[in-house]
């Protein structure tokens, strides 16, 4: 009778065990999600950040010719007003 009863405690704890296994395994999962979601965002960001680069310096570039052809015209127009 004892045995009986030792094993059907068993069987209990083990069902016991079982889902909260199961559970583990679910937030796990969830956490996993989660992690790799986090971790895109962290990628999409730094693939912005490298664009913006990339614009400044286009930016840069294109202000930089413009101030140099402002300056060309400027020194031609002087030269004609001489």
Do not use: P
């Not at 101030?67 to 400027?74: G, I, P, Q, R």
């Amino acid at each position: 009778m004892r045995a009986y009863l030792n094993q059907k405690r068993l069987d209990t704890e083990a069902k016991l065990l079982q889902l909260n296994a199961n559970q583990f395994a679910h937030q796990a999962t969830q956490w996993l999600k989660l992690i790799t979601s986090f971790n895109q965002a962290l990628k999409e960001l730094g693939d912005v950040e490298n664009w913006s680069r990339s614009i400044e310096t286009d930016m840069r570039t294109i202000a930089s010719a413009l101030e140099y052809v402002y300056k060309d015209e400027s020194a031609e127009q002087q030269q004609q007003q001489q």
